[in-house]
């Protein structure tokens, strides 16, 4: 009574618009009072829920990521994405992909991505003759790189909630993001037809015919003066790899180096620091707020036996990891469409992962499943966040862009079944 209660309730509010953090612990403090717990089981959530070094990570890579874009090392990276695609047709569309991927290297956050990209190469391939709705859609969906390319902020999120090694998460998640990036960069040379007004084609594609020589005339000077951008991923993931630093540890050197560079490059002044701090610890405090109060509405869970419960019926139901992981994709997925991610994530991390544990499936394997599964919702409506993003940067609308998102929307759930079916790509460094 008191679960089904709570489950209500909490659609409810999320449905009524209530702030998703506030959604989750009054869903939590109400489920709690009629099921008898006391108070003080319940009253140290939220600050235990936080003191967790892995999630140290997050405030810290979005502030590296908002150093990097108010220093506009960002533009410095598209300037040498642009050298290495020169030869491609449809090249803009190809630098925003692979940005994408680079930014998420630095960000570990989606939306961040696809508002850093769509300000910075939005207005450049409309004025390249691409269709307002295709090139919103381009933009969204490759936001979904910032996840999979490591750092990402939902991994680190999930590997706090059930115990897993952040850095094996990282590390699970290259070979996905790769192929994930190959996979929009081939959906976009077959789209190019017809996104690409043909009176204007000439002009974008003019380079791939372009002199070799001619091309790289000024590309050391474009690689020089993105050196200091290409240097932060290798701090933060070879410091990672390497096993010399933990994540947190390689955000906050990730951070400082941020921070060095783009003021002893004069590219922000002294007074603008401050506002940059801000704006980073109002992003993370936002993501904080909604794991703060989500862990109270789990510990509740975690009391009523609700992931043991679905662990055991699970079980009963089909002892195949592989049925197992199908209805977990159509579960997860649904709650992308109507979820924030990582509140998502810390709900369905510790009702799920019993169940995987039980069936023998890796969980660094069903972590990656999991996270690149609830990923996809930010390009699902009716929540969608990077759509509605990407659309208002770029002036366009839903209906513009949903006959190309849908097209991006069937390429990452090809990707994901490949990787929930196939679990080498996840651990192909064990």
């Not at 972590?367 to 990407?390: C, D, K, R």
Request: aromatic share 10%; hydrophobic share 55%; glycine share 10%.
């Amino acid at each position: 009574m008191a679960l089904g209660i709570m489950i209500v309730l909490l659609l409810v509010l999320l449905v009524i618009g209530v702030p998703v953090g506030f959604t989750f612990a009054a869903s939590g403090i109400i489920g709690g009072f009629l099921s008898n717990f006391p108070i003080s089981t319940i009253s140290s959530s939220t600050y235990y829920g936080l003191a967790s070094f892995p999630l140290l990570g997050i405030p810290l890579f979005i502030l590296a990521g908002e150093l990097m874009n108010r220093g506009k090392l960002i533009d410095r990276l598209i300037d040498v994405n642009e050298l290495c695609f020169y030869w491609l047709p449809g090249r803009t569309g190809h630098v925003s992909i692979v940005s994408s991927a680079f930014l998420g290297a630095m960000t570990g956050s989606s939306v961040a991505t696809v508002a850093a990209i769509s300000s910075s190469l939005g207005q450049k391939m409309l004025d390249k003759g691409y269709d307002r709705g295709y090139v919103a859609a381009v933009n969204a969906a490759s936001g979904l790189l910032g996840v999979l390319i490591p750092p990402s902020i939902p991994l680190i999120v999930y590997g706090a909630a059930v115990g897993v090694s952040v850095s094996e998460l990282f590390l699970a998640t290259i070979v996905p993001g790769i192929i994930m990036t190959v996979a929009f960069m081939l959906l976009h040379g077959f789209c190019l037809p017809k996104v690409l007004k043909k009176e204007t084609a000439e002009g974008e594609n003019e380079s791939a015919r372009g002199n070799r020589k001619e091309v790289w005339q000024d590309g050391w000077k474009r690689i020089l003066r993105a050196l200091p951008a290409l240097v932060l991923p290798v701090i933060i993931l070879g410091g990672i790899y390497s096993g010399l630093t933990t994540p947190t540890e390689a955000a906050a050197i990730g951070g400082f180096y941020a921070l060095v560079i783009i003021l002893l490059f004069g590219m922000v002044s002294f007074r603008q620091i401050p506002d940059i701090f801000w704006m980073a610890a109002k992003t993370a405090g936002s993501i904080l707020v909604i794991i703060g109060f989500t862990s109270v509405f789990n510990k509740i869970l975690t009391l009523m036996q609700v992931p043991q419960v679905i662990a055991e019926a699970t079980v009963r139901l089909t002892t195949n990891p592989y049925i197992f992981l199908f209805f977990v994709n159509i579960i997860l997925f649904l709650a992308g469409m109507f979820m924030e991610t990582n509140a998502a994530v810390l709900l369905l991390s510790p009702l799920l992962f019993p169940a995987a544990m039980a069936l023998g499936i890796d969980p660094v394997h069903f972590g990656i499943v999991l996270v690149t599964n609830i990923e996809i919702g930010l390009i699902t409506p009716p929540m969608a966040a990077n759509i509605y993003v990407s659309a208002r940067i770029n002036g366009s609308n839903l209906v513009e862009m949903w006959p190309h998102t849908r097209k991006f929307l069937v390429t990452a759930l090809c990707v994901l079944l490949l990787v929930t079916y196939v679990p080498e790509l996840s651990l192909w460094w064990k």
